[in-house]
């Protein structure tokens, strides 16, 4: 038992078991003007373990918030969720999301909020960590931006997209709002304003055409007229997969299994013929066509992704580095001998392949973690 829980320590510490999902911490007040912190949160499917249960499939996990005031727990609460898919393909699919929120009151402080998911199936679980600030409301308040089908801190649209903010006003005056998208380089690209009459508390949706920016990172402000009150929220704009500098990230991947001229013709190709290009190459490389799943391609994006995040030096992306070329080639060693600290010697590793009787060394010359393979050549 405690080898199993050594080695379940090891594969979290490695990331193997680490659960990725993003969350969107944000604070309103009810009518009693009291403090309640929303949390959304958004975990892509494939990161969660889904059993067969009779013709669906089912997912279990518990999530929970603590609130923690100078080290201290102060506050938080703990549920228990599920998600039931009718189909598999859905289930394994990184575009598609669990979605839902958490609601918790709260009091006027300075707080540390954990947000924990445990996958009920399996043993990943993931944690988000956020510095709070809750006021108290003394005259005239505007929320934090919230924007609708945000996946943490990135958007994925093509068209539009909605944002809100609630508005809190004790006097209930008539008030004169302005709201803005602009850059880091302070370009503004979008603004608009209204007028309302806040009876003590309203919420106020903004429609924004995107259709028109580019991939980039945005800050959308809302702001009273005439006065210092104003609220912010950062967001990555990604366009859909296929128009997006993701798809060319990932047809750059391809390099160890496509020819430069096909790499290049993706490249150069529209939107619409991408999606003929790019289904037809994986077509052409599915072991089983009859069904959905592409076992190839789940495995080759699944080596690349693992290569991106363990794999990874101060110069360059895991799946270009040395050892992540020999992991996407050959998958996971049999075995891996490490030497960090030896006296008279750099830092190496060897990779052991025994059923493809291969051997392969690696040494981080500099000390920086960016091993390069010397042996054997030219790989």
């Known amino acids: 038992m405690f080898n199993l829980l050594v080695m379940m320590y090891i594969l979290w510490i490695l990331g193997i078991y680490y659960m990725n999902f993003k969350a969107d911490f944000n604070i309103y007040y009810d009518d009693n003007f009291l403090p309640h912190i929303k949390v959304k949160y958004s975990i892509p499917l494939n990161q969660i373990n889904f059993i ?3 013709g669906k499939y089912e997912a279990k996990y518990r999530i929970s918030i603590i609130l923690s005031e100078r080290g201290k727990q102060i506050g938080g609460d703990e549920w228990e969720r599920a998600y039931i898919s ?20 709260t009091k006027y402080g300075r707080y540390t909020a954990y947000l924990k998911i445990w996958d009920k199936n399996s043993q ?3 944690e988000i960590k956020k510095a709070l600030n809750v006021d108290s409301i003394k005259g005239f308040y505007i929320s934090n931006p919230g924007i609708k089908n945000a996946y943490g801190d990135t958007v994925y649209s093509d068209t539009f997209i909605t ?11 008539i008030s004169h709002i302005k709201w803005q998208l602009s850059n880091g380089d302070k370009k503004i690209f979008i603004k608009g304003d209204t007028t309302l009459t806040i009876n003590l508390h309203r919420t106020l949706n903004v429609i924004l055409p995107v259709k028109h920016l580019i991939e980039d990172e945005y800050i959308l402000t809302f702001q009273k007229l005439g006065e210092d009150v104003k609220s912010q929220s950062k967001f990555y704009l990604e366009r859909p997969f296929f128009e997006s500098k993701r798809f060319l990230e990932r047809i ?5 299994i496509a020819s430069q001229a ?4 993706l490249k150069r190709a529209s939107p619409e013929t991408r999606i003929k290009l790019w289904k037809s190459f994986w077509k052409e490389k599915d072991p089983t066509p009859s069904t959905e799943k592409n076992e190839v391609k789940d495995e080759y994006f699944g080596r690349i992704d693992y290569a991106n995040t363990h794999f990874k030096s101060p110069f360059l992306p895991g799946w270009k580095t040395d050892m992540g070329k020999i992991y ?3 998958g996971p060693p049999d075995e891996i001998e490490k030497h960090p600290f030896e006296l008279n010697s750099k830092p190496y590793e060897i ?13 981080d010359n500099y000390n920086l973690g960016h091993y390069t393979l010397v042996y054997p050549r030219g790989f």
């Open 52 to 54: 067969k249960m009779g």
């Open 86 to 105: 009718d189909n598999y393909l859905h289930t394994v699919d990184s575009k598609n999301f669990i979605k839902d929120s958490i609601d918790i009151p």
């Open 124 to 126: 990943r679980y993931g």
């Open 163 to 173: 944002a809100s903010v609630n508005i809190y006003d004790k006097s209930s005056r």
């Open 252 to 256: 750059n991947e391809l390099t160890y």
């Open 262 to 265: 096909v790499i290049d013709s």
């Open 328 to 330: 996407i080639k050959f």
């Open 351 to 363: 990779w052991y392949y025994y059923k493809k009787g291969m051997k392969f060394i690696f040494v």
